[in-house]
């Protein structure tokens, strides 16, 4: 009996052994070409979308190169991960579009040594961004499940110099300033005194600042204690919200 059933069992296990490996071939060779595609569509957003506009600083092309954003794109949209638009994410958020990301990360004048606060996590690409050209990264989310994903989706590809807090980033990040940068991608009404606070000497703030569908993006800068302020571009984000506007 027993040697009736080894007889059985032996094929079957081979048998399943040869389909798992034919499975997994044909999964690779059918993944590859995705993978390729991905690739080209991304040197293609940054030829057409962030070089042609002007975007020149090299951490930041290289960034926006090396970045894969359709990992932190719903699968819904992912075949519209590298279009020239901002594209939802969820919870009623956006992920920005690749030229803004690249506008506001360029303008911040960053290097290897520096390290930043953003305000608004979301899918996390735009701390992924900086998190190639800096020394630290932290960012705060008000939404728990957007937080929570980045983070998870952050430890998956390697980013150990991004630190998530789940919070009202309207306050800042107190533990951990001053910063050499702060960019906030979510628009509050006017520019929160926290945040202006938690900015070095010499240290730079990205900001969309306005109504909810009228805003302009804010650059400040500090120096010599006193922050000078100057609007670079009109823009349309999703509003700053606090815990209590917090209803889903
Ligand atoms: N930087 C993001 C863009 C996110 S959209 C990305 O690369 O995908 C703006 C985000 O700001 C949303 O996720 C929203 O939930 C968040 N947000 C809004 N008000 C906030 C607040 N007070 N504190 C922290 N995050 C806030």
Redesign the pocket.
């Known amino acids: 009996m027993k040697a009736i059933k080894r007889c059985f069992q032996v094929p079957f296990l081979s048998r399943y052994i040869f389909f798992s490996f034919v499975i997994l071939i044909l999964s690779c060779v059918r993944s590859q070409p995705q993978v390729d595609r991905f690739k080209e569509l991304r040197e293609n957003m940054v030829t057409t979308q962030i070089k042609a506009r002007g975007i020149s600083n090299r951490e930041v092309i290289e960034a926006m190169r090396n970045v894969e954003r359709h990992l ?1 794109v719903p699968e819904t949209h992912i075949q519209h991960a590298y279009g020239d638009h901002p594209l939802p ?1 969820g ?1 009623g ?4 579009q690749p030229y803004i ?1 690249a506008f506001m990360t360029e303008i911040l004048n960053l290097d290897k040594s520096s390290k930043v606060l ?9 701390a992924a961004i900086l998190a190639e050209i800096c020394d630290s990264v932290y960012t ?4 728990e499940e ?1 937080g929570i994903r980045s983070s998870q989706l952050f430890k998956k590809l390697g980013y150990s110099n991004i630190k998530v807090k789940i919070g ?3 306050k800042g990040w107190s533990e951990y300033s001053p910063f050499d940068a702060i960019i906030v ?2 628009a509050p009404t006017h520019i929160p005194d926290p945040l202006k606070n938690q900015l070095k000497e010499g240290g730079r703030m990205i900001i969309p600042v306005g109504e909810r569908y009228v805003q302009e993006l804010v650059l400040l800068t500090r120096k010599k204690g006193s922050l000078k302020q100057t609007s670079v571009l009109p823009v349309r ?2 509003p ?3 815990e209590k506007d917090m209803i889903y």
């Open positions: 932190f994410i919870y958020q956006t992920i920005s990301v953003e305000v608004g996590t979301g899918s996390g690409y735009q705060i989310e008000i939404v957007l009202d980033g309207y991608t979510c984000f999703v700053m919200v606090d």
